[in-house]
Structures are given as structure tokens and as C-alpha cells.
């Protein structure tokens, strides 16, 4: 089992950048794949990015690739979101999740850990 906590969420104005990170205890990081996801009030989950074991391969939704960067630090359990050039429409609350699963990455369901979520509002 690994336990999943985000922070640096926070309020911030249009085109501001902030980094959400995520610290994993119980099992190593090492182990998974990890994700970002978000939630905005009356809408679905939806992907925003995700990286693989090692670091070496990733994985973003359209609408922020190119102002997000998922990365991983596995030697201190930690996992990233630098969020640049951010949008009212990025307002969500941001979740991390861990799979093993290898493939599928930007379905929720495949994901078997997930945070408690830090909430991310952007102002006009």
C-alpha cells in the first residue's frame, strides 16, 4: 500500500505558475506509475498528466500540454506538477493517484492510490 498526500495548491491569477507536489509513504514510489488528475465542482475527473516508473516517459492531456511538467523524484518519494501560464479554466481541485498498471494511464479507474487532493484557483 502507499499513501498519497498533495500540497501547494493555492490562489493565484492568470498566467501565474505554481507547483503542486505529492509525497508517497508506505511503499516506494519506485513501484508505480504516477498521475495527476483534476476536479472541477459539477464535473468529471479528468486526466492532466502522468509519468512513468523511471521518469523516462510521460503523458499529458491536451489542454495543458505545454504549460504543465509532470516529474518524479524517486530516491525522495516525491512527484511534481509545475504548473506555468495557468487559466481560469485549470480551477479544480488536483489529485495524485499510483497504478501499476503499465498502460491506460489517463483513465482514473486504473489508478488503486489516490490523495486527498489540493485545491488550485486561478482568478481572471
Known amino acids: 500500500q502507499v499513501q498519497l498526500v498533495e500540497s501547494g495548491g493555492g490562489l493565484v491569477q492568470a498566467g501565474d505558475s505554481l507547483r503542486l507536489s505529492c509525497v508517497g509513504s508506505?511503499?516506494?514510489?519506485?513501484?508505480?506509475?504516477m498521475g495527476w488528475f483534476r476536479q472541477a465542482p459539477g464535473k468529471e475527473r479528468e486526466f492532466v498528466a502522468a509519468?512513468?516508473?523511471?521518469?523516462?516517459?510521460?503523458s499529458y492531456a491536451d489542454s495543458v500540454k505545454g504549460r504543465f511538467t509532470i516529474s518524479r523524484d524517486n530516491a525522495k518519494s516525491m512527484v511534481y506538477l509545475q504548473m506555468n501560464g495557468l487559466k481560469p479554466e485549470d480551477t479544480a481541485a488536483y489529485y495524485c493517484?499510483?497504478?501499476?498498471?503499465?498502460?491506460?494511464?489517463?483513465?482514473?479507474?486504473?489508478?488503486?492510490?489516490w490523495g486527498q487532493g489540493t485545491q488550485v484557483t486561478v482568478s481572471s
Open positions: 493517484a499510483a497504478t501499476i498498471v503499465p498502460d491506460s494511464w489517463a483513465q482514473s479507474g486504473v489508478y488503486a492510490h
Open positions: 508506505g511503499r516506494t514510489l519506485s513501484s508505480y506509475v
Open positions: 509519468v512513468s516508473w523511471n521518469g523516462g516517459r510521460t
